[in-house]
């Protein structure tokens, strides 16, 4: 233990301890926010500074089918047929994954009601961190992507915002001087149908089935600021049960 009056500052003595939280023990996280608010971003912050699993539900699915397994073969013929992946299935993926794990943080998983019910019957979470930005912020963060016509070629992967983020010239590539476009996906149309239903199956749903433990954060500030402000709001007074 390093003694006190060798810590420089309470700046200093508070990352150690919250260091140490991590170290002694196990700790698990899920981070809400619809697409833009950063909580991909904040979660493999924490999870490569402190060392803890950061489970990608993508990730739990492709690894599933990769292991030939006869939930494995049954999820890749759903794959195939380009249908999605059904709340029984998924759950029973997460679950095999998470039942014996002490420490892990989830950022796309539960997604609605019926999958935090059926967590919670086997797991729970030590922090529910809620990343909140204005809708008009999200969608200018969102629409305003732009990528490489050539994303696809390994020598380029030129990913631009026309706000945060552009190009030397307008609509050109930095990399390989290629013409940028938007993805569909990051349209308007298509942007406000992906934060009504966030907020119609997740937001209000699950913000509500953790409000007991549910911490909100104001993601609309800087990526570092916000990670400062997680980083704070971790329960230092653990370690000194």
Known sequence: ?????????????????????????????????????????????????????????????????????????????????????????????????????????LDGYPRTLEQAKFFAEYSSFDFVFNLTVPREQLIRRLTGRRMC????????KGNYHVELNPPREEGICDLCSSSLYQRKDDQLESIERRLNGYEAETGKPL???YSNQIQNFDASQSPEQVFQDLERALDLSQICS
């Open 1 to 105: 233990m390093v003694p006190p009056s060798r810590w420089r500052s309470v700046i200093e003595a508070e990352k150690f301890m919250l260091e140490l939280l991590f170290v002694r023990q196990n700790i698990r996280i899920l981070f809400l926010g619809p697409a833009g608010s950063g909580k991909g971003t904040q979660s493999a912050k924490l999870a490569e500074k402190y060392g803890i699993p950061h489970i990608s539900t993508g990730d739990l699915i492709r690894s599933e089918i990769k292991s030939a397994s006869d939930l494995g073969k049954k999820v890749k013929s759903i794959v195939e047929a380009g249908q999605l992946v059904s709340d029984d299935i998924v759950n029973e993926i997460v679950k095999s994954k998470l039942e014996k794990s002490d420490s892990f943080i």
């Open 149 to 156: 016509s050539k994303e696809q070629d390994p020598n380029c």
């Open 207 to 209: 913000e509500e089935f």
